[in-house]
């Protein structure tokens, strides 16, 4: 009985924080081994590089090194804000965002909300399939795919040609289209693939739910409204969350791949500017200061976002 008093006694103490996680690096040796990849790829290529953003305060010269580069401070940075393609650049980024969040972002939760009503398990199978076939497909092949389709006689040429009545020679080549193209296809790449995350969602929830929604005589628009939206309605607040974080950041590859000087008044957004000015004209300080600002608007709305979702929503991902 003694012994067994004294055993209690010592277990029941404080654990230090070096005694458990020593036990636990001992326990899940594996799992931690799997996280030392993840960790390094992010040291080296995410956290090590930061300190280039020192070149946005530099007229750097490739001759000269970074440390013989004489600081020019804020003049980049001033540059951009009162060129000519600032206004250019933000307000193509802004738009092509913001035709993916009202298209791109939604077209997902749309496909997820109606393969989840689909009783057929082999339709379901044969439209998820096909629906997640262009993600693994190449950005080059894609962006290819684009290009022919869009050219005079292409398919998509000759579709619009008949809807408005009017010629078009390649579709790339008038600025009023890149928008619509750009979204729509990326809309065509990732519906599928972007899904997923939602139909997983919605296997969690409780089928009691429906089952309650139909005793009260609930429909399938009436369960899908009061039932399934509301029960992943975390998931698609945090994933909206990151989406507004990145609406200063546009796929540059692919931009790239699509916009000729002919586009460029609602094509050129500011990661092709970047590219363009850093890679082509050399222009490294000053690209860096660009891309600096990028950076931090998207941090900002992040952080905004975030914060109002945790004020009205009591979600938020910090």
Not at 50 to 74: R, T
Not at 166 to 190: C, K, V
Not at 239 to 257: D, P, R
């Amino acid at each position: 009985m003694k012994a067994f008093q004294k055993k209690s006694s010592v277990s029941s103490g404080p654990v230090s924080f070096r005694a458990a996680l020593k036990k636990d690096l001992k326990k899940n040796s594996f799992a931690y081994l799997l996280i030392v990849p993840v960790l390094l790829w992010y040291l080296v290529f995410c956290y090590a590089p930061m300190w280039g953003i020192l070149l946005s305060f530099k007229d750097y010269k490739p001759l000269l090194g970074f440390a013989g580069s004489k600081w020019v401070g804020l003049k980049h940075f001033q540059d951009f804000l009162s060129g000519p393609y600032f206004f250019r650049t933000i307000k193509n980024t802004l738009m092509l965002n913001v035709w993916g969040l009202a298209f791109g972002f939604t077209s997902p939760i749309l496909l997820a909300l109606l393969l989840n009503e689909v009783k057929s398990m082999k339709f379901k199978k044969v439209v998820q399939t096909i629906t997640y076939m262009p993600h693994f497909i190449s950005l080059i092949v894609i962006c290819g795919m684009i290009h022919i389709f869009t050219q005079s006689g292409g398919i998509l040429t000759q579709l619009v040609n008949m809807i408005t009545g009017t010629e078009h020679a390649s579709l790339l080549g008038y600025s009023n289209m890149f928008r619509p193209i750009y979204t729509f296809s990326g809309i065509w790449q990732n519906i599928g693939w972007d899904s997923i995350i939602y139909l997983s969602a919605m296997s969690s929830i409780d089928p009691g739910l429906y089952e309650a929604a139909e005793i009260d005589g609930a429909g399938r628009l009436r369960k899908m409204w009061h039932v399934t939206l509301p029960q992943i309605r975390p998931t698609i607040i945090i994933l909206f969350i990151f989406a507004v974080g990145g609406l200063m950041a546009s796929g540059h590859e692919k931009i790239i791949l699509l916009y000729n000087p002919l586009t460029y008044d609602t094509s050129d957004v500011i990661a092709s500017y970047v590219y363009r000015r850093g890679l082509q004209e050399a222009s490294y300080s000053f690209a860096t200061a660009v891309g600096l600002i990028s950076s931090v608007v998207n941090f900002l709305l992040l952080w905004i976002t975030n914060k109002i979702s945790k004020k009205y929503s009591e979600i938020s991902i910090f």
